[in-house]
């Protein structure tokens, strides 16, 4: 039991403990188990939300097309939750982009509105409209797009010229295909791209609605096989699972630097009170349906599910087991204490964006210049994900696990060793 | 690296020597702010008289020098003070589109300085001044144009932003990290807490200016990005990478009360390394042998972070917590 070894007994915290209950090696299994069940949920909805796309796609209509809309947002629902995953652990962190990469720059797929400009400085790709031009020069290089497949999308177009809003794949280039861009800057409503725009024939508007329908498709077929890669890692044998469970320090800065990154860098800076600072409509991560506030909701439960290793799954079971709660409240229940009310509170935070915004006062309108009701809403969301960071960074320090696998750590040990 | 840079590394034991997170605030922090609020007075006083480009350049340049010692700070007033001076990077080039929209709609925010502070952050500050003063799409407006009301109104924003931040800084916030431990303080419930935070932010700074200020342009050897020099439009790059770097030292020089004589011949190598790259904006980093010289200084302020987390966090045992920048 590592915890239990001469330094771990040093720090005031964990003095009184000459053993744990919970065992550590048994909390990173909670956490793996959850892993699991969360990328599976993800896959099962994932599958259901393939299906709607291949129905819309048989037999385009206004019906198909919502169905494959709500697919879409039920799809969310577990993904959102897996993102506290990603920072801790590499084979997360260097696949996500293929799924769930943001901000884009939606005039790469398909027609945009003239307001969005053409090319620019950072993207000379940015209008490039590949459903309407099967062939395109890059950088001298005329390339074929003729047959749009899902190797044309991962390996040719995905962050092609290195640029990262080059989103060829992933939940919101299907997002953007499903809905349009959202035309109503800060007024009500989300995108509004017409059924037609997947008809045949004559009824076909936007144009090359055959070559929108291969793009859908293939991106769907995408989005399914990565998240048939990640379940597996997670799995029993998984590469993931086995990095996790390898070492029980190196197992607890995964979980904890998920939950911190996530919260701080992350969903309080980048995403909410940047945009919020922008003004600008479309700085919201699920843009074009108008979904940003259960994305944001859903980031945050998935740190507060891995921390108390509890999950519900979208059939409604649960999975959980020993925590890291468990382990926290064994050596300084005050801190437990403090974490669970910090983290009930930007649930709360975020519960209050996700019911104005269900309830019509949409994130989008939140963002707009001057309006103090929507930066009261959202900065209070921000607030809360800085302060359980806070309680995040004391969870590290009492469990002791500062200079594991941190960079330069025989520097830390042994400083003079660095200048040799 | 995302696991290793945000890895929330921590205090294990007691400080063994109280550090100075006093002198921290006395000697760097503060006296950063109050000197940034005064070159920004003098910008605004400048604005006012003549808002053309070429008379605002040199208020400009030594507002943003004075800007740098403290830049990279991100807590406190400055958590979310620091985005609407300096936004930057912006990959999107909001800057750009937005100040073109107030321009060509003539939006009367342009002439109220009052009502500036509710206009989007990527048309306010540092780098929108920067792209109406240096960028050939804007900079020669003639006095009288709404450019040049726009100039001067950010450059009154821009006064009234650094004021708000010196005050707050000297009245809040300087409190908050002296008490840190005491019954009162709910931010900082140990003095290693606020000694922690600072150290965070020393080694932040460095990290972005490795990976964005210096990465940045760098890009991949294929495929250099001299588009995203920072400041490059006024010939600031190097030179914010260096002043990051010296104020980086200063900040870890007041935190310790002892000598860093490691610390201060990486900062020697920084500067070195520095003197050798010719163009001040990186635009030549397209040239292999120019982008190997970015390439050692990028490895000599990664040095600097090094001495400093040898010098200070082993030295207290302490290890940096979540950075700001941890994300994508």
Redesign the interface.
């Known amino acids: 039991m590592r915890l239990t070894l001469p ?1 771990a007994l ?3 915290a964990l003095t009184a403990l000459p053993a744990f209950a919970v065992e550590t090696s048994e909390v990173l299994g909670t956490y793996a188990d959850i892993a699991e069940a969360k990328y599976e949920d993800s896959l099962i909805a994932a599958r259901t939300l393939g299906d709607a796309v291949a129905a819309l796609i048989e037999a385009p209509s206004a019906e198909n097309l919502q169905a494959a809309r709500t697919a879409w947002l039920a799809a969310r629902v577990p993904y959102q939750q897996t993102e506290v995953y990603r ?4 084979i997360v ?1 260097d696949w996500e ?1 293929r799924v769930n990469a943001w ?1 884009l ?1 939606e005039g790469l797929i398909d027609y945009v509105d003239g307001a969005y ?1 053409g090319p ?3 993207n000379e790709l940015a209008a490039l409209n590949v459903i309407a031009n099967p062939t395109f020069t890059l950088s001298g290089i005329e390339i074929d797009a003729s047959d749009i497949t899902p190797a044309l999308l991962q390996d040719t177009l995905h962050e092609v ?2 640029i ?2 080059n989103v060829a794949t992933g939940y919101h280039a299907i997002e953007f295909l499903l809905w349009g861009q959202d035309l109503n800057g800060h007024g009500d409503g989300a995108g509004d791209r017409p059924w037609t725009d997947y008809a045949e024939g004559d009824a076909c508007t936007g144009g090359n609605c055959d070559r929108r329908a291969d793009y859908l498709a293939a991106a769907t077929q995408l989005l399914v096989s990565d998240l048939e890669w990640m379940a597996a890692q997670w799995a029993e044998g998984g590469a993931a699972r086995a990095e996790v469970l390898a070492d029980e320090g190196r197992g607890l ?2 979980i ?2 998920g939950m ?8 309080a ?2 995403r909410m ?2 945009g919020l ?4 409509p479309e700085e919201e991560h699920d843009c074009f349906s108008d979904n940003t506030h259960n994305s944001h909701y859903y980031d945050g439960l998935g740190i507060r599910n891995v921390y108390l290793g509890e999950y519900t799954r979208i059939d409604g079971s649960l999975v959980s087991g020993p925590s890291l709660a468990d382990l926290v409240a064994e050596g300084n229940p005050a801190l437990d204490s403090e974490m669970r009310q910090r983290l009930m509170e930007t649930m709360m935070a975020l519960g209050r964006i996700k019911t104005a915004a269900e309830a019509g006062f949409a994130y989008d309108e939140m963002l707009a ?2 309006n103090e009701a929507g930066e009261r809403l959202i900065m209070g969301g921000v607030d809360a994900l ?1 302060a359980q ?2 309680s ?3 969870i ?2 009492a469990l ?9 750590s025989d ?3 042994d ?1 003079s060793a ?2 040799q | 690296m995302k696991l290793l840079s945000a890895l929330a590394l921590i205090l294990g034991l007691a400080t063994p020597t109280l550090a100075g997170v006093d002198e921290a605030l006395d000697d760097h922090i503060l006296p950063g702010f109050t000197a940034f609020a005064a070159a920004t007075e003098t910008l605004a006083q400048a604005a006012r008289n003549d808002c053309r480009a070429e008379a605002l350049r040199p208020a400009f340049q030594a507002a943003f020098d004075a800007w740098m010692p403290v830049a990279d700070l991100r807590l406190g007033p400055s958590e979310t003070g620091a985005l609407s001076i300096a936004f930057w990077p912006d990959p999107r080039g909001f800057t750009q589109r937005t100040l073109s929209r107030l321009v060509a709609e003539d939006d009367p925010i342009t002439s109220d300085v009052e009502g500036y502070a509710e206009v989007s952050i990527a048309a306010r500050g540092l780098f929108a001044l920067e792209m109406l003063l240096f960028d050939p799409e804007f900079a020669g407006y003639p006095a009288g144009s709404t450019a040049c009301e726009l100039a001067a109104t950010i450059a009154a924003d821009l006064d009234r932003q650094a004021d708000a931040l010196a005050q707050a800084w000297r009245d809040r916030f300087a409190d908050v990290l002296r008490t840190a431990g005491e019954a009162t303080n709910a931010t900082y419930l140990t003095e290693d807490e606020a000694v922690r935070a600072i150290y965070t932010q020393i080694l932040s700074s460095l990290a972005f200016t490795a990976e964005k200020r210096l990465g940045g342009p760098m890009g991949s050897f294929d495929r250099p990005r001299p588009a995203r020099a920072e400041a490059r439009r006024s010939g600031r790059s190097l030179r914010n990478a260096v002043l990051a770097a010296e104020a980086a030292r200063d900040l870890a020089a007041a935190l310790a009360d002892w000598k860093l004589p490691e610390t201060d011949a990486a900062l020697e190598r920084v500067k070195d390394a520095a003197a050798r790259i010719e163009d001040s904006s990186f635009q030549d980093v397209t040239d292999p042998q120019a982008r190997l010289r970015i390439e050692v200084l990028q490895q000599a302020v990664q040095s600097l972070s090094a001495a400093i987390q040898a010098e200070i966090g082993a030295r207290l045992d302490i290890s940096q917590g979540f950075n700001s920048q941890d994300g994508d």
């Not at chain 1, 911190?260 to 969903?267: A, D, K, P």
């Not at chain 1, 002791?400 to 330069?408: A, K, R, T, V, Y």
């Open positions: 330094a040093a720090t005031t920072f801790g652990n590499p962190d982009g901000p720059d400009g620019t400085d950072e010229d290195g990262e809003a800065s995964a904890l630097t911190g990154s996530l919260s701080y860098g992350e969903q800076g980048e009170r940047l600072m922008l003004n600008d210049r001057g800085i960071t806070r995040i960074e004391r590290v320090a002791d696990l500062g200079g594991i696998d941190f960079e330069g520097s830390l040990d400083p660095v200048f």
